[in-house]
């Protein structure tokens, strides 16, 4: 039978997804309790990430969605960064939570909290599943982080390649793709 997934190894399964998911919404639900708080869903790659976080809470935030775009070199996401879908939501004296699916270089990070920064809100702030933290050009911060890669190019669990496996349930490196 075809497998989609025989050429991909398991970085992280389901388990410990779930796992590392229900302990980052605790720490976010202690950190905002009553406050207003929007939640900012980084388009198309955080959507499982996103959407499993915000089930995990017991506070019940704002949530609205972006989408940026880079532009420059190829595989690399280094570039120019652009809106291609902004939030519609004011954050006008609200906490603000971005989810991304992972920080690399942390242009795209950079970008989003420079037009975020701009709009009146009380604190900003980055959860990302993946943090690439070795591989920043630009310093970003993220508040929390699922999981610590040093290397390697994934795919799964929101994240795609060329559109492809982003509905696969758990985290896999695709061998031979640069990063
Ligand atoms: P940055 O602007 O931090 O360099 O790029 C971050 C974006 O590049 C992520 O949001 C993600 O869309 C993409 N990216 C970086 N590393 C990977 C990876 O290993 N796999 C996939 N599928 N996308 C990645
Ligand atoms: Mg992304």
């Known amino acids: 039978m075809f497998s989609p997934v025989e050429h991909l190894r398991i970085v992280y399964d389901e388990n410990m997804i779930r796992t590392r998911v229900r302990e980052l919404a605790k720490e976010i639900d202690s950190l905002y309790g009553d406050e207003p708080l929007v939640i900012v869903c980084v388009l198309k790659g955080a959507f499982l990430f996103f959407s499993d976080l915000v089930r995990a809470l017991t506070i019940s935030p704002e949530l609205d969605f972006v989408r940026l775009a880079s532009y420059g ?41 420079r037009q975020l920064s701009a709009r009146g809100a009380k604190s900003l702030k980055i959860a990302a599943l993946i943090d690439k933290k070795g591989r920043r050009e630009v310093p970003v911060h993220a508040d929390f982080v699922g999981f610590a890669l040093p290397a390697g190019f994934i795919v799964g669990y929101g994240l795609d390649y060329a559109e492809r496996y982003r509905a696969l349930p758990a985290v896999y490196c695709l061998p031979g793709v640069g990063k």
């Open 73 to 113: 070199e190829g595989m690399k996401s280094g570039g120019t960064v652009s809106f291609t879908k902004d939030i519609e939501l004011s954050l006008e004296g609200k906490h603000v939570l971005i989810v991304e699916d992972i920080i690399d270089s942390g242009r795209s990070m950079d970008f989003l909290l």
